[in-house]
């Protein structure tokens, strides 16, 4: 049999966190007008400032139209068929602890292996769970509060902080950001809050796992993260959904602000619904992530494993404003069946002697077409700005497709810029090898596709790492035939 | 222990193979030489299982086994090795870690129990020792921006740590120095036992100085023309193929 005959099947592995929980929930009918984002506004007992902001966002986003530069193809989303808010039942006030959390829940974040126990708390892993649009459960927050940093729902945030908030909220991704980024300021529901205060080492990853579960709900969280001067922070977000035929938009906003000498680590694990082998159903994960390296000698990592979704389009970016700052972009992205990603980063040089480092590991398999789209801008004060980029793709079978469109834009000529890229085929002779040494092809095929992600799986929390090669091996199962 | 009867077999329609029958015996060590392109990788990649090589006629049993029957990892848990003429580069993939992966797959085949972490660590450090392997390989990519010569110590070195019954070595000698040529064969020596045979594919009878071989095969347009013993060797290096051709048209 032939190279690609044989890798071909590299595709159709099921999804294995598509089940649907059945739990009564509040969702707000379809459409999308002033007072939808009223209703969310007034559900939330949010103050004034932030309604105002609101409708702002609104009011801009209208004006705006869908952008479709992106090299992705997609029947364009109706916005008024979309729910705006669903939020499971409450019992009373809501669980003050896990034993109050519905059970069904839960069950769900078991099956999907959330940690979220007290044993976990051994682990070291805080989760804030968001089940579709509303926080109920958030772990070790006690831990959390003697080390002074602040991790909860970011509508509960709006209440206990809202200096913070309103202090930084939109400061990274403005509202009319982009069409997304204004379409989520409007309606965002729910999301995390991290406060990290002045030399502090936050004790433990932080972690949140979000889940879509009604059925046409966009889900819009919006996250922030602020870590003051000399503090440090791991951040971890994974993703799933569950199955379903329709597409499913899900439009974040994530701001990160590094303070002098801070340092935040973001970590994505992402592997939503992408969808069947025909590309019926799937999420589209349309996400603005920004992080702004603030402060001198401050750090902003992002890392992201993406597996899932139908349609990623997505560019975490680090804005390098503080002198000596550092921005890191890690990234394996997986689109096999019918997947599309465009996914990429921005590292914006302002500051002196600033430095970004970007690796790109893009995988395609079936008919999942990839692109890599950065952008490096360096300032005309950017002085001593440097950075590497490393893009390589590595293609499995004959009917997918990888492109690269790395921009450019130097105003500064002391700038070093380095670039590689390569693109390469799982071959015959690799998996041949490999079978000679008594490696069964599937094993193989992992093994090789592990080795090609590597230098982005070091960069990942040591447990997650290992969940990481994990969810790689579930995605290629029953690939290889 | 390998029996091979009446091999043909084809590449893209092109007949290579035209009729092989090589018979091996439990620590035999056979050679064949033989001019470019007489389809010497061609046999070696048949019996190892490679895809693309059509067998249009014939048969080869190993242990009693019909190999042709079974897949190219079957093949290596049933003890079969070949160590590649051009060995293939996989970045980021740990050499001892496709190996552990080898070894631990087919020990699960035999029903053995997997050899944990420390286990095998100890089992590749004594063996990179017997093919003089310098550690430092033991942890890099496989064959990853190896020279020509590490690349084929490290085929021999896979060779030790996977303890095969049956070792086919495809012009493991090419591309090597002389110094690196006696490690090589050093090595082997040393994996040479009454239970393992080995076919050594060279064009170069050099080798043989350093491994003895029990028989001589020569393999010309896909046949094995003639067999003997070290001294028709020796007489390939003097007088060329040609002589052989003629003989065996006349035969
Ligand atoms: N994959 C292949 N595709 C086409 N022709 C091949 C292929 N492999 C080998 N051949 C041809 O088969 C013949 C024998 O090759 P090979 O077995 O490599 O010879 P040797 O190892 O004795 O030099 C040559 O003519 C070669 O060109
Ligand atoms: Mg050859």
Same mark, same amino acid.
């Given at each position: 049999?032939?190279?690609?005959?044989?890798?071909?099947?590299?595709?159709?592995?099921?999804?294995?966190?598509?089940?649907?929980?059945?739990?009564?929930?509040?969702?707000?009918?379809?459409?999308?007008?002033?007072?939808?984002?009223?209703?969310?506004?007034?559900?939330?007992?949010? *103050?004034?400032?932030?309604?105002?902001?609101?409708?702002?966002?609104?009011?801009?986003?209208?004006?705006?139209?869908?952008?479709?530069?992106? +090299?992705?193809?997609?029947?364009?989303?109706?916005?008024?068929?979309?729910?705006?808010?669903?939020?499971?039942?409450?019992?009373?006030?809501?669980?003050?602890? %896990?034993?109050?959390?519905?059970?069904?829940?839960?069950?769900?974040?078991?099956?999907?292996?959330?940690?979220?126990?007290?044993?976990?708390?051994?682990?070291? /892993?805080?989760?804030?769970?968001?089940?579709?649009?509303?926080?109920?459960?958030?772990?070790?927050?006690?831990?959390?509060?003697?080390?002074?940093?602040?991790?909860?729902?970011?509508?509960?945030?709006?209440?206990? +902080?809202?200096?913070?908030?309103?202090?930084?909220? @939109?400061?990274?991704?403005?509202?009319?950001?982009?069409?997304?980024?204004?379409?989520?300021?409007?309606?965002?529901?729910?999301?995390?809050?991290?406060?990290? *205060?002045?030399?502090?080492?936050?004790?433990?990853?932080?972690?949140?796992?979000?889940?879509?579960?009604?059925?046409?709900?966009?889900?819009?969280?919006?996250?922030?993260?602020?870590?003051?001067?000399?503090?440090?922070?791991?951040?971890?977000?994974?993703?799933?959904?569950?199955?379903?035929?329709?597409?499913?938009? +899900?439009?974040?906003? /994530?701001?990160?602000?590094?303070?002098?000498?801070?340092?935040?680590?973001?970590?994505?694990?992402?592997?939503?619904?992408?969808?069947?082998?025909? @590309?019926?159903?799937?999420?589209?994960?349309?996400?603005?992530?920004?992080?702004?390296?603030? @402060?001198?000698?401050?750090?902003?990592?992002?890392?992201?494993?993406?597996?899932?979704?139908?349609?990623?389009?997505?560019? *975490?970016?680090?804005?390098?404003?503080?002198?000596?700052?550092?921005?890191?972009?890690?990234?394996?992205?997986?689109?096999?069946?019918?997947?599309?990603?465009?996914?990429?980063?921005?590292? /914006?040089?302002?500051?002196?002697?600033?430095? =970004?480092?970007?690796?790109?590991?893009?995988?395609?398999?079936?008919?999942?077409?990839?692109?890599?789209? @950065? %952008?490096?801008?360096?300032?005309?004060?950017?002085?001593?700005?440097?950075?590497?980029?490393?893009?390589?793709?590595?293609?499995?079978?004959?009917?997918?497709?990888? +492109?690269?469109?790395?921009?450019?834009?130097?105003?500064?000529?002391?700038?070093?810029?380095?670039?590689?890229?390569?693109? =390469?085929?799982?071959?015959?002779?690799?998996?041949?090898?490999?079978?000679?040494?008594?490696?069964?092809?599937?094993?193989?095929?992992? %093994?090789?596709?592990?080795?090609?992600?590597?230098?982005?799986?070091?960069?990942?929390?040591?447990?997650?790492?290992?969940?990481?090669?994990?969810?790689?091996?579930?995605?290629?199962?029953?690939?290889?035939? | 222990?390998?029996?091979?009867?009446?091999?043909?077999?084809?590449?893209?329609?092109?007949?290579?193979? !035209?009729?092989?029958?090589?018979?091996?015996?439990?620590?035999?060590?056979?050679?064949?030489?033989?001019?470019?392109?007489?389809?010497?990788?061609?046999?070696?990649?048949?019996?190892?299982?490679?895809?693309?090589?059509?067998?249009?006629?014939? #048969?080869?049993?190993?242990?009693?086994?019909?190999?042709?029957?079974?897949?190219?990892? &079957?093949?290596?848990?049933?003890?079969?090795?070949?160590?590649?003429?051009?060995?293939? &580069?996989?970045?980021?993939?740990?050499?001892?870690?496709?190996?552990?992966?080898?070894?631990?797959?087919?020990?699960?085949?035999?029903?053995?129990?997997?050899?944990?972490?420390?286990?095998?660590?100890?089992?590749?450090?004594?063996?990179?020792?017997?093919?003089?392997?310098?550690?430092?390989?033991?942890?890099?990519?496989?064959?990853?921006?190896?020279?020509?010569?590490?690349? !084929?110590?490290?085929?021999?070195?896979?060779?030790?740590?996977? &303890?095969?019954?049956?070792?086919?070595?495809?012009?493991?000698?090419?591309?090597?120095?002389?110094?690196?040529?006696?490690?090589?064969?050093?090595?082997?020596?040393?994996?040479?036992?009454?239970?393992?045979?080995?076919?050594?594919?060279?064009?170069?009878?050099?080798?043989?100085?350093?491994?003895?071989?029990?028989?001589?095969?020569?393999?010309?347009?896909?046949?094995?023309?003639? #067999?003997?013993?070290?001294?028709?060797?020796?007489?390939?290096?003097?007088?060329?193929?040609?002589?052989?051709?003629?003989?065996?048209?006349?035969?």
């Amino acid at each position: 049999m032939s190279d690609n005959a044989q890798v071909e099947h590299l595709v159709d592995k099921k999804y294995e966190a598509g089940f649907v929980t059945d739990i009564e929930s509040d969702t707000l009918p379809p459409g999308l007008n002033e007072d939808v984002i009223r209703h969310i506004s007034a559900i939330k007992g949010e *103050p004034d400032w932030l309604l105002d902001w609101r409708l702002a966002a609104f009011a801009h986003w209208k004006t705006m139209s869908e952008p479709h530069w992106a +090299h992705v193809k997609y029947t364009p989303t109706d916005y008024q068929a979309i729910s705006y808010y669903s939020a499971p039942k409450k019992r009373e006030d809501g669980p003050q602890s %896990l034993d109050e959390v519905d059970p069904k829940l839960l069950e769900t974040y078991k099956k999907l292996g959330i940690p979220l126990h007290e044993q976990e708390f051994l682990a070291g /892993v805080a989760v804030d769970a968001v089940f579709d649009s509303v926080s109920v459960a958030t772990t070790f927050k006690g831990k959390l509060k003697d080390a002074g940093v602040i991790f909860c729902p970011i509508s509960e945030a709006v209440q206990e +902080h809202p200096e913070l908030v309103k202090k930084y909220l @939109g400061t990274v991704v403005p509202t009319g950001d982009n069409f997304f980024a204004a379409l989520n300021s409007a309606v965002f529901t729910d999301g995390s809050f991290v406060y990290i *205060p002045k030399g502090v080492r936050c004790p433990m990853e932080l972690s949140t796992y979000f889940r879509i579960n009604a059925s046409n709900t966009g889900q819009f969280e919006r996250t922030l993260i602020i870590a003051d001067e000399g503090a440090y922070v791991s951040y971890l977000e994974g993703c799933t959904a569950p199955q379903r035929d329709e597409n499913q938009l +899900h439009a974040a906003v /994530v701001e990160l602000i590094a303070h002098d000498d801070a340092q935040i680590k973001y970590s994505t694990v992402q592997n939503w619904y992408p969808g069947d082998e025909n @590309g019926v159903g799937g999420i589209y994960n349309f996400v603005t992530k920004r992080g702004d390296c603030r @402060g001198a000698r401050s750090k902003i990592s992002w890392t992201q494993v993406e597996t899932g979704s139908a349609i990623t389009w997505k560019y *975490p970016s680090c804005v390098l404003r503080g002198d000596d700052s550092v921005g890191e972009f890690y990234s394996v992205a997986l689109t096999k069946m019918h997947q599309q990603a465009d996914t990429g980063t921005k590292m /914006v040089h302002l500051g002196k002697n600033t430095r =970004s480092t970007i690796v790109s590991k893009g995988i395609s398999a079936g008919f999942g077409q990839q692109s890599y789209r @950065g %952008l490096v801008h360096i300032g005309k004060d950017a002085t001593g700005a440097r950075n590497h980029t490393q893009c390589d793709s590595l293609l499995i079978g004959s009917t997918c497709g990888a +492109h690269t469109f790395p921009y450019v834009e130097v105003k500064n000529p002391t700038a070093t810029m380095e670039h590689e890229a390569t693109t =390469s085929r799982i071959g015959e002779d690799q998996l041949f090898y490999c079978k000679s040494r008594g490696i069964a092809e599937e094993d193989a095929v992992n %093994l090789i596709v592990n080795g090609f992600c590597k230098d982005v799986f070091n960069e990942l929390p040591m447990e997650f790492a290992v969940e990481a090669n994990r969810l790689m091996e579930v995605s290629l199962e029953g690939a290889v035939g | 222990m390998l029996k091979i009867e009446n091999l043909h077999a084809s590449v893209d329609g092109k007949k290579i193979l !035209k009729g092989i029958d090589l018979t091996i015996k439990p620590g035999e060590v056979h050679a064949i030489m033989g001019p470019n392109g007489s389809g010497k990788s061609t046999l070696s990649n048949v019996i190892a299982g490679r895809d693309g090589y059509e067998v249009t006629a014939g #048969s080869i049993s190993f242990h009693g086994k019909d190999l042709l029957a079974m897949q190219p990892e &079957e093949r290596a848990w049933a003890g079969v090795f070949l160590a590649f003429q051009y060995p293939v &580069e996989i970045p980021g993939v740990n050499n001892v870690y496709l190996l552990k992966a080898g070894v631990n797959a087919r020990r699960r085949h035999l029903g053995l129990e997997e050899l944990d972490a420390m286990e095998f660590m100890q089992l590749v450090r004594e063996k990179a020792r017997l093919v003089e392997l310098d550690q430092a390989f033991l942890s890099r990519g496989v064959n990853e921006g190896f020279s020509g010569g590490e690349k !084929k110590r490290n085929e021999i070195f896979q060779m030790a740590v996977l &303890e095969p019954s049956l070792a086919i070595l495809d012009e493991t000698d090419s591309g090597l120095d002389i110094d690196a040529l006696r490690v090589v064969a050093g090595g082997v020596n040393k994996l040479r036992s009454p239970e393992r045979s080995i076919i050594m594919v060279t064009h170069y009878q050099r080798l043989l100085d350093y491994i003895e071989p029990d028989v001589v095969h020569v393999l010309a347009d896909g046949k094995i023309l003639k #067999s003997g013993d070290r001294t028709l060797a020796l007489e390939l290096e003097k007088r060329g193929y040609d002589w052989v051709r003629e003989e065996a048209a006349h035969a």
